[in-house]
Each structure stands twice: as C-alpha cells, then as structure tokens.
C-alpha cells in the first residue's frame, strides 16, 4: 500500500537556524513527490517537487527538499528559518505506475514554529 | 489569474439540510478534487474527476455527491448533512500529467449542528 509518514507533528526552530521537515514515503514504481505549504486560514500552496534528475531539489521561499531513494525519504529544508515560515507542511506522493498514479497520498502534515 | 475559486467560504448548516458547495477553475485542468481537512487528520480525498463527465470515488464518499458537467466546474453536493461532516473542504486542480503540482482553492468551512 502506498504511504506518507511525518513523523513529527511539530517542529519547532528558532530564527535563523536552519530547520528540516522530515518525510518518508512508500509506493510502488518511482515516486513522484511533492511538498506544500498550508498557512492559517488558507489553502495549500505549492512549494517544490521531484519528479527526476538531480536529487536536490529547490523550491519557493528558498526551501529546498532532499530525495534519497535508499531511505524512501524526501526532507525538506531551509538553510535560515523566518518567522513567517511558521505553517503547517505537508509532503505528498504519486506512483507511476498505471493503477496508483491518479492520486496524490498525503502526509498528515507537520506544524513548523519559528521564534523570533 | 482566478486560479482555483471556491464559494462560499463560510457555511453553518443545520442538521438534515443540503447545500452544494462550488468550485470553478480557469486554468484548463482536467482533474479536480474534493478534500476535506480535518485537525490532525490531513487531508481525505472525498471525490476526484479526470475530466468532463467522469467522476470516481475517493476515501471518504459516504454522504456527498459531485458532478462534473464541464472542465471548469466541479460541484460538491452534501445532501443530508451531518455534524461528522463539520470541517474545511478543499477544492484543488491539476493538469492530465501525474508530474504536475495541483491548485488549491481558500478552502470552505462548514459547520453542522
């Protein structure tokens, strides 16, 4: 069965330091993965995804995500929190292969904090 | 750019009543989808369609019903509301490729009581 596991419902950070959100995945075939943003009262927002190539992948806002197909795991990070990166996160999968690739699997999310 | 617009964003239902929540997109997407947003549950995917005239079940169908009549409009119909149907829905696009990002709308917040 496909999945998406955040294992940290929260993270907190302070300013300036740099900050991970962690995501694991499992699907059959490559994965297609993503990351977006949710602040309050608001939709989500895109931020950045690997579909292929390099493994290092940039996105809006300077956040960038990491792919490591030996760990099944594509974390996002971000060199210098702000306050304003303070959301809720969520990573997203889709298989390729024909059967599971019309649907996104989705993470519960990870609520970032960043103190001033 | 419109992008994906949802209505009404707020919405307190009594028991029993039905209401049809509206979401239209302008951006040429074949697949729309349903959501809903629960605390600490993420995202259930209610319905999705791959375009005009199609429509499939998501995870959590019971008690809600879509159409979809043209490409730009994808309605949500809850027909007999219920307070396990309180939550935030959210209406998202994404072009036929599977490698594309999706669009969200501002979500509607729906109480049942």
């Known amino acids: 069965a496909q999945s998406v596991a955040q294992p940290e419902d929260q993270v907190n950070v302070a300013e300036g330091n740099p900050l991970t959100v962690k995501c694991t995945y499992s699907?059959?075939?490559?994965?297609?993965l993503f990351w977006y943003v949710q602040y309050p009262n608001r939709g989500l927002q895109f931020l950045l995804k690997?579909?292929?190539?390099d493994n290092l992948v940039k996105g809006s806002y300077g956040f960038e995500a990491e792919f490591n197909k030996s760990q099944t795991s594509f974390h996002l990070k971000k060199p210098s929190a702000l306050v304003s990166d303070s959301a809720l996160y969520f990573c997203a999968v889709r298989g390729t292969n024909a059967g599971n690739n019309r649907k996104l699997i989705w993470g519960l999310g990870t609520s970032l904090a960043v103190n001033p | 750019n419109a992008g994906v617009t949802q209505t009404p964003k707020f919405r307190i239902l009594k028991i029993g009543q039905s209401m049809t929540l509206q979401c239209t997109q302008d951006m040429n997407h074949n697949y729309m989808y349903w959501y809903r947003q629960d605390p600490g549950m993420g995202l259930k995917l209610i319905y999705y369609s791959v375009g005009a005239g199609i429509t499939d079940k998501g995870e959590v169908p019971n008690g809600y019903n879509v159409s979809r009549s043209t490409t730009e409009d994808f309605p949500l119909r809850l027909e007999l509301a219920a307070p396990s149907q309180t939550s935030v829905y959210f209406c998202a696009s994404s072009l036929v490729q599977t490698n594309t990002e999706a669009f969200f709308g501002q979500g509607t917040r729906l109480t049942v009581v």
């Open positions: 690997y579909i292929t190539g």
């Open positions: 699907v059959s075939g490559n994965p297609y």
